[in-house]
């Protein structure tokens, strides 16, 4: 039986993944076929995740519908949401434009298929069961009008590929373990063994390597949504000629701590984390999982 009152997770799986040549949301990385998603579905439901919501594209609905409504089923609630390029005001429909409207964008899309408190992640990053459970812990002991949000941090050297530049937010954080501001880095790239981000105009400066980074592991109440619409209105107004530009989860959350009526707290696990942004971080990641269910960590069959 599927308990009711248990958060959400919400899954930001409408990338193309342009830089890993295709829908690494849907790739497999074991032998048995498992999606990096796949393990923290599996984590999440441990840690007592009760529903999952999707946030996908039309154009691969059915695919992905097949991959994982079998494997949740009785086990928890499952909602889909699409984040379509035309899923903004006709004004600022273009039909030039090919990528996405940004994390921030897919968040909002989420607002109606949720009433509960929730986490979001990425479908292509592997944060670890500890990561979750934290995540959990502290979801369920908020009242869903509170206005208390949280992340969990990671520090960017263990975050980093080695075959290309990633996007990351850089995160400032107080004494008491509260965020103050975090901006998107939309490139960060090992050169030399340093690494080194892109400033606004496009110039390399340094970036330290125990910088605190945000992977998108956000735990809101769905007082959240009450941020992020107008600043959205703002941003497609301001930015409806670049067709690439795009609205990300940091802007909302700093808009969330420029009102001074909600916090974030920065939550901290051990769990280790591993992505794939390019092709070639997909050796690494397959080993790193494949060792993972040799210590019994998952069992060979997650499902």
Known sequence: MIEKNKPALVILAAGMGSRYGGLKQMDSFTPEGDTIIDFSIYDALQAGFGK???IIRKSFEKEFKEIFNKKLEGKAEVAYVYQELENV??????PDRKKPWGTGHALLMAKD??????AIINADDFYGREAFEVMAASLAKKEQTSYDFNMMAYLLKNT???????SRGECQVDKNGYLTDVTERTHIEKINGELK????????VAIDEDTIVSMNFWGFTPKCFEFGTELFMQFLEEEKSNLKSEFFIPSVVNEILKSGKATVEVLKSNAKWFGVTYQEDKPIVKSALSQLKEEAVYPKNLW
């Open 52 to 54: 999952f919501v999707f």
């Open 89 to 94: 005001p006709k004004a600022y429909v273009n």
């Open 113 to 118: 298929a949720i009433s509960e408190n929730f």
């Open 160 to 166: 980093v590929s080695d075959h290309g530049f990633v």
């Open 197 to 204: 981000r892109k400033d606004g105009k496009g110039n390399f």
